[in-house]
Structure formats: structure tokens, C-alpha cells
């Protein structure tokens, strides 16, 4: 989607709104958790001692009520509050060590499983991306991945924690007393039943809140992506109402899913503190009947406390690991995500030496988008190595769309394309693009250095072969007159580079990759006389002894083919050389006549204003 029609936006609902009630999707992370077993057994220790000096407390308690204040020896007092330091000493090791294991093994997994989504994602094949928004994928990789983070790092442990620590506590409570422990098991089902049905209305307007959130970020990488076009057209009104919506959106969701957790805290506190009081207020009565010592019920009640403190605890992360649950749902879809086009399991070597012999043989293609209209239909074209052809055709004829089946974007419903003789899907994807650079239309320029834009091309390549491009490609003459030559930084996507400038830095990357294969979109943006005498001057020297098929815009270009080819709606119409088809008066000849020639004529006017300028200067 372009980001000059953010109107589209309305229309797109997210890409999934699957609901499952289950936390399955967590298993995902099994793989990721289960590579750094010994910290996940330490981190276990660790949580098993600290709940178990948790649980130690009580004890002392109720032998410092029960003997420590009536006896008349102080040295038992001294020794149960040392008990007592001991036990925090204990507890807060642990604690620490649980907290910091834990909380590594959080970032770790999700270091891993973003590392993980993002090759996954960079692999996949065109079609994905027609269907795909790529701030939605962003938006997966880092709030998705956080929420992941969030409940590795600390939902789980502090889920675990509180089950072991309210096993433990239940167990005592019913080992304290029997009698107060049936009286809490009675308070059970009146907590836990409505607690259950509040944690799915939770879970649900949680995944509602996520997925608002998700559409906010996606309009919003949209727009800042094409901020110079959403400005140029004075959008910004309409951008800012439709964020404005979105997040507000975002704001409503996030508010129902707060107030279904806080109702879901208050009936799980509540209630849970509710029968506590209940139940101190038998046992006190027991206390009094002289059936209970005093410690005892101070033990019991500790113990009951813990238990609930930690029921109350799971309720509160519960709806955190079912989040969580959502998140990994999304991110384990992008891992199951398969690419259309893939290596075939005993990929056949290209030849070596490379020659750059290209065929399309009875090819017919249309998008997966688009299943009805062929984009090329029985295409017919063999190029034979060093062979420059221009195609020229009106828009939409299927120029491009020869390009992308080179690269092997997409596979043809019908028909064989060869590189050197070798079928493509008979290849290896990454075989048969090292054999094919490309020169596009709009030079992808990143921040970044110049140099390091240009070694794009080639990541290997030495300084000197980086220079040498440039020399090359003409980069040389505009670079020496920066402040810092080759490592001048570029804003984003080249904003600081003129036109020109962009397209020989794209010959410099084409250059330095050196394959014999060389794909050519010729830029539409028509660039001063200046300007286009370097350029032409780089593109013949990059396309000496290549195979070139140009997607030709400029008279000069296409002159200097041994052939062109003229497409329409995904057919070739004609074929021969600039002379021939001018006397054949069909299409080549109006599309010459309308677009070349006036070309051609801006040009001439263009060097007589220079020449009057100089002359008059
Ligand atoms: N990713 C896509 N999904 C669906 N249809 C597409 C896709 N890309 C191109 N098309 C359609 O395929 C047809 C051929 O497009 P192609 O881009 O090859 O034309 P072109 O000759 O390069 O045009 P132009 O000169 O305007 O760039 C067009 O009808 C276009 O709308």
C-alpha cells in the first residue's frame, strides 16, 4: 500500500482475529526457553527456596507467640528472631537470584524469537508482501515480542512462585488445622467460579486492545514513510484525525480491558480477603473456648493470608500470561508463515563460467492478488549473453513484471524462464539473483554512509573496490565536494541526495556486484542535461559486456539497444530497432512520437538555454 492513500487504511481489517481461549500458543516458546535449561533449573531452585523460607515465617511466628512471650527465657526469644534473620536472609537471596535468572532468560528468549521472525519475515516471498502491511509487521516484532518479554521475564515466575507458594500454604493450613482448613474450602468454589468467567472477558478486550494498537502503529509507519507526499498533498488534517481515531480507539479498547481487570482485582480481592475475615472471626472464637492456642491461629491465618495473597496474584497475572498468549499466537504465525518460492531440496549449480543467457519460453503469468488478469500472457523473449534490449510499452504492459520473474518473485502459472540454460525453479533463489543486478527505478537509499550504501551492492567488497565503483559510476565528482567524501551520512532513504545523485550511487551498487545479468529501470524523473550526460555515462559503462534488458524511458537508451521490444497488456507487439519500428507507424512509433521526441526536444531547448546562458555569461 502507497502512502499517498491512507484511505485504504479504512478498509483493511486486520490480518487476523482468530480468538482462542487457550494459552497454546505460549508452547511456542518452548524451543526458544528450552535452549537455556540450566538457568530455567536455577531459576526453579532458587523460586523453590525462597517459597519455602516464605513459608518458614509462620512457624517462627507462632512459636514466638506461643512460647517466646510467655517463657521467662530470653535467650528462646533471641533465638527465634535469629531464626527469623536467617529466613529473611535466605528469602532474599533467593529472591534476587530468581529475579535476575528470570528476568535474563525474559530478554533472552525474546532477543531470540525477534532474531527468529525477523529472518523469517526477510525470507518470505513476494506475495507475502502484497498481502502484508509492513508496520504490522513491525508493530509484531516490537510489542508483540515485548509482551512476550513481559511474561517470560516476570509473569510466569511470579505465576509460579505464588503456585508454589499457595500449595505450600494450603498444605500447612490443613496440616495447622484441619477444622479452619474445611471451613476455607467451602469459601473455595465462591472465589474461584466467578474469577474464571471474569479472566475470559478479560482475555478477550485484550486481544481487542493489542490488535487497535497494531492498526494504529501500521498508519502511522505509513504516513512517516511518506511524509514528503502526505505534506505535499497538505494531508495532514486527515492523517492527524485518522491517527487521532485510531489511537483513541486504542485508548477505549485499553479502557475496557482495564476496567474488566480491575473489576476482575476487586472481586478476587474481595472475596478472597472476605473469607479470610470469616474465617479469623471462627477461630477467634475457638481462641476464646480455649480449643485453639493463640500461636496456632496466628499460624493458620498467615498461612491462610499467603495462600490468598498468592491466589490474588495469579488472578492478576493470569490475564498478563493470557496477553502474552495473543502475542505469541501472532508471532508464531509469521514463524509458520512459508515462503512461496523456496531452494528445491537438490538445487542444480548454475553454470560457471557465467554467460547471461536469458529465455522466457511460453510464460504466462498473473499475481496471486490478482488471479484473473495476466500480467503476461504466452511471453516469448530469448536474450542472448551481452545482448542489451530495451522494452518500451505503454504503463501496465508487464515491463516490470519480466523483472520480478527474473528475480524470481513469483513463479508463472505456465511456461519455463532460463538463466544459462537452467530452469528457475530448478535453482537456488539466491544462486540465480547473484547472477542478476539490478538498477531500480527509485534507488532504495539507507541511512547510512555513502559508502556503505554503496557496498550494498557487494557487503564483501574492499575499500578500493568501493572507490573504484564510484569512480565507475560517476559518484566520484559529487562525493570529493562533501564535507566528508565517502563517509558522508545520507538521511533516511536518501533524502539528502538529489535524483541524479541517487540513480549513480544504484549503478555504483550495480557496478561492484559485477553479475553478468544487469535488470535496468530507467528512471521517469527527467534529471537536467548535466545530470543525465553522468548518468548515461555510468549506465554505459556498467552495461559494457552484460546481459541488459532496460525498461527504456530515455531516446538515448534505447538507440543504443541491438534491439527493442514492445509489450502490451503482457504480449510482445513488436520487435526490431529504432529505424524499423519508426517505419512500421504502430505502437513503438506513437509511443516514440509522444514520449522520446518530446524528450528529445526538451533536451535541445534545455542546451541552447545553457549555451545562452554561458555565452551571455
Ligand atoms: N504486486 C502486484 N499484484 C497484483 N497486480 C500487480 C502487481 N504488480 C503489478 N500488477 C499488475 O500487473 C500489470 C503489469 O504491471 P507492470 O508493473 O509489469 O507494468 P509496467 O509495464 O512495468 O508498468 P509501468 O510502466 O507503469 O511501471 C498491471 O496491470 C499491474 O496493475
Partial sequence: MRAEDPAIFADDAPASRRRRRSLAPLRMLLPFVARYRGTVVLALIALVIAAGATLAVPQAVRRMIDYGFTSDSSLMVNQYFAMLVVIALLLAAASAARYYLVTWLGERVVADVRTAVFDRIIGLSADYFDRARSGELVSRLTADATQIKATVGSSVSVALRNLVLGVGAATLMVVTSPRLSALVLLAIPVIVLPLVGFGRAVRRRQRAAQDTLAEASAFAAENIGGIRILQAFTNEPFASRRFRAAVEDAFQAACVSAAARAALTFVALFLIFGSVVAVLWYGANEVLAGRMTPGTLGQFVLYAVFAAGALGQISEVWGEVQQAAGAAERLAELLDEQPAIAAPAAPVPLPEPARGAVAFENVTFSYPARPAEPALADFNLQVEPGETVAVVGPSG??????????????????????????????????????????????????????????????????????????????????????????????????????????????????????????LLDEATSSLDAESETLVQQALEGLMRGRTTLVIAHRLSTILSADRIVVLDRGRIVEQGTHRSLTAEDGLYARLARLQFEVDAELRAGHRAAVGRGAAGG
Avoid: C, W
Fill in 397 to 518: 504492459a508487464g515491463k516490470s513484471t519480466l523483472f520480478h520473474l527474473l528475480l524470481r518473485a513469483y513463479d508463472p502459472q505456465a511456461g519455463t524462464i532460463r538463466i544459462d540454460g537452467i530452469a528457475l525453479p530448478d535453482a537456488d533463489p539466491r544462486a540465480i539473483r547473484q547472477r542478476i543486478a539490478v538498477v531500480p527505478q527509485d534507488t532504495l537509499i539507507f541511512t547510512g554512509t555513502i559508502a556503505e550504501n554503496i557496498r550494498y551492492g557487494r557487503p564483501e567488497a574492499s575499500d578500493d573496490e568501493v572507490r573504484a565503483a564510484a569512480a565507475a559510476a560517476r559518484v566520484a565528482e559529487f562525493v570529493t565536494a562533501m564535507p566528508d567524501g565517502y563517509l558522508t551520512r545520507v538521511g533516511e532513504r536518501g533524502v539528502t541526495l538529489s535524483g541524479g545523485q541517487r540513480q549513480r550511487i544504484a549503478i555504483a551498487r550495480a557496478i561492484l556486484r559485477d553479475a553478468p545479468i544487469l
